[in-house]
Nanobody, 122 residues
Framework: VQLQASGGGLVQAGGSLRLSCAAS??????MGWFRQAPGKEREFVAA??????HYADSVKGRFTISRDNAKNTVNLQMNSLKPEDTAVYYC????????????????????WGQGTQVTVSS
């Protein structure tokens, strides 16, 4: 299984970026996005399962996770970006047996993409 994340870049505060994660070797759902800022631990951002979507409180209302079944990709639309959103963003495949309470735990994810840098300038 391989995951390829793309779409990162540099944007001004208030701007938007769209990240994509393409999977080979397995269905893209369920899947999550995490991020890691310099000097901080990796944190949950959003996840999508067949039953619905889930977001961290810090991005709720600004970020939208969605899937494209035809392309086997998951997208993360990020709007109203803030400097504190600056981080390396990782996509990861959630273990099929994971229950709802586990989706924010990175240990519930089996495969990880290489990460894509998102930088938001003030």
């Amino acid at each position: 299984v391989q995951l390829q994340a793309s779409g990162g870049g540099l944007v001004q505060a208030g701007g938007s970026l769209r990240l994509s994660c393409a999977a080979s070797g397995r269905t893209i759902v369920p899947m999550g996005w995490f991020r890691q800022a310099p000097g901080k631990e990796r944190e949950f951002v959003a996840a999508i399962r067949r039953s619905g979507t889930h977001y961290a409180d810090s991005v709720k209302g600004r970020f939208t996770i969605s899937r494209d079944n035809a392309k086997n990709t998951v997208n993360l639309q990020m709007n109203s970006l803030k400097p504190e959103d600056t981080a390396v963003y990782y996509c990861a495949l959630l273990r099929a047996s994971a229950i709802l309470s586990m989706i924010r735990d990175e240990n519930a994810y089996d495969y990880w993409g290489q990460g894509t840098q998102v930088t938001v300038s003030s």
